[in-house]
């Protein structure tokens, strides 16, 4: 095989509209509209100000954070987060998989790949707090809603990836199984699964990342987990614990994606 040529040199790449004066109205126009744009924004100067006041409180807070006054209720928003982010990572992969499966175009028939590709278009079209919203008008606040809003989420999410992972599988060795006469069982088992399980594998724990930032979102709706927590501090003006539940938010979040990243290394 001949080693592949690259480049020396720069090429400027081409431009789309090669005439200088269409150039220049374009440019012009895309001015005038920003200066449009940002005159028709009413800005209320005096809220302005009351909210960088109140912008300093909080920064002064989140200097000088208060991890005891609200400790009981930080640790049970921080429980209730901690298990909607496992148990609707758990429930949402799991659903997640035999979905992806029905929409890869080249393991299943024409109607279940069209079904499962719509499951997948509706929960990503659908955003998180939207579905929040929706689930505590129907179950009520509470970490339930919290543990739905993110399962839905996941399976829009894995299964569209894990579907495009299976549609770029190795053709050659799905054919080398197939040339066995395996059933078609046996073709996701020893074609497709050992080619998708480790990315699989790092996207369940890029999710449960995800799930556990997400759950501080959705709990401002009242969907519970550490974001109602968070959202009553803001509230009653404790910005100090409002401070605390932000650091152990990023602590948290940081120590998880630490240690999904060397998973993620480990098992690829």
């Not at 440019?27 to 509209?33: D, E, K, N, T």
């Not at 429980?79 to 393991?107: C, F, K, Q």
């Amino acid at each position: 095989m001949s080693e592949q040529s690259y480049p020396t040199t720069w090429r400027r790449p081409p431009q789309i509209v090669t005439n200088r004066r269409w150039r220049l109205a374009l440019q012009i126009g895309i001015l005038v509209y920003l200066v449009l744009a940002v005159g028709s924004i009413e800005v209320d100067w005096e809220r302005v100000s009351i909210g960088l006041e109140r912008g300093q409180r909080f920064v002064m807070g989140f200097l000088q954070p208060d991890f005891t006054s609200r400790w009981g209720d930080i640790y049970r928003g921080l429980i209730e987060s901690l298990t909607m982010t496992l148990t609707s990572t758990v429930v949402g992969v799991l659903i997640s998989v035999p979905i992806g499966i029905g929409a890869a175009s080249n393991l299943a028939p024409a109607w279940i790949y069209y079904i499962c590709r719509s499951i997948i278009a509706v929960s990503r079209a659908l955003q998180e707090i939207i579905i929040a919203i929706f689930l505590v008008a129907m179950f009520g606040f509470g970490p339930f809603a919290g543990f739905l809003t993110l399962s839905f989420a996941t399976i829009g999410f894995l299964a569209k990836l894990l579907a495009d992972d299976i549609e770029e599988i190795d053709e050659a060795q799905a054919e080398a199984v197939r040339a066995t006469g395996a059933s078609w069982w046996q073709l996701v088992n020893y074609a497709v699964q050992p080619q998708v399980m480790p990315r699989l594998i790092g996207l369940s724990l890029y999710r449960l990342d995800i799930n556990f930032r997400e759950s501080a979102v959705i709990g401002i709706v009242g969907a519970g987990g550490i974001g109602a927590t968070l959202n009553t501090a803001i509230d009653r003006y404790e910005y100090d614990s409002a401070g605390a539940i932000l650091l152990i938010i990023i602590g948290i979040v940081m120590v998880a994606e630490y240690g999904s990243s060397y998973l993620r290394k480990f098992l690829q």
